[in-house]
């Protein structure tokens, strides 16, 4: 089985690049969760805005038809303001604050929030948003639940216009919907976002279909899925390329 090589720019454009084409979101401010006296009850959580800020996880600050989103990012540190909510379905495809409550638009689609607190529930991973200043990678101070969509079949969880990439770290490989474009074949693409969805950019600037290691049926009739020259691995499934 031959080894195929992967472009490591188009991955690491992947990572760089995600939250940066978006502009600059970031987080919102510290928020305090003040417990009611225990009471035999389950505790009811008030969510208290830091400042004149809201606050983007729990929700609070804004009025009931508003979200609370982060707008912009500098020097490390989010800004948040309540816009009225949109109805964008989570990771579907968007284009500024259009998501529903409790949603940010980043890479192009819609992202619950979460922390340490407030995990994932759809088997992605909480991870930090980030954004480019002066050429560098900076933390936006909020996370945001990765899709754990399917390389192979982005269309299960990500919605129209939008592929599932693979993502490095920062803490373990992961996926997430971002951005599709139209390039299929030798020479479709110069990064991941050129390749259409269910594709990654490999080898010389090719876009390749995703598959997984010994199922061929995730290609094309008449292509076999082979293996790359670097390890793509998800939850202990190996992935590869169809040629």
């Known amino acids: 089985m031959r080894d195929r090589v992967i ?29 009611q006296e225990d009471s035999g009850l389950p505790d009811v959580v008030t969510c208290v805005p830091s400042g004149t800020a809201c606050s983007i996880l729990p929700q609070c600050g804004c ?10 990012a500098a020097n ?12 964008v379905a989570p990771f579907h495809a968007c284009n500024g604050p259009t998501c529903l409550k409790g949603y940010q638009c980043t890479s192009g689609a819609c992202a619950p929030y979460c922390d340490a607190n407030t995990p994932c529930e759809n088997g992605g991973e909480c991870i930090g948003g980030s ?19 399917a390389l192979e079949d982005p269309a299960s969880v990500c919605g129209p216009g939008l592929n599932c990439v693979f993502f490095y770290g920062p803490k373990v490989p992961h996926t997430g919907c971002d ?12 990064t991941v976002i050129d390749c259409a969805a269910g594709y990654a950019c490999v080898g010389q600037g090719d876009c390749r279909k995703w598959c997984r290691l010994g199922i061929d049926s995730d290609c094309l ?20 390329a169809c040629y």
């Not at 951005?179 to 110069?190: P, T």
């Not at 009739?221 to 590869?240: N, P, R, S």
């Open 221 to 240: 009739a008449g292509q076999t899925c082979e293996k790359l020259g670097a390890e793509f691995i998800v939850h202990g499934v190996e992935y590869g």
């Open 63 to 72: 009025s009931t038809t508003q979200s609370c989103v982060v707008v912009s």
């Open 179 to 190: 951005l599709a474009g139209s390039g299929i074949g030798v020479g479709a693409c110069a």
């Open 76 to 87: 490390g540190v989010a800004s948040t303001a309540c816009l009225p909510a949109g109805g």
């Open 131 to 149: 954004y480019l200043e002066g050429g560098q990678l900076k933390p936006a101070g909020y996370s945001i639940c990765t899709s754990n969509c």
């Open 7 to 35: 472009s490591v720019a188009c991955v690491l454009c992947a990572v760089a690049c995600s939250d940066a084409r978006k502009g600059s979101p970031v987080d919102a401010g510290t928020t305090d969760a003040v417990n």
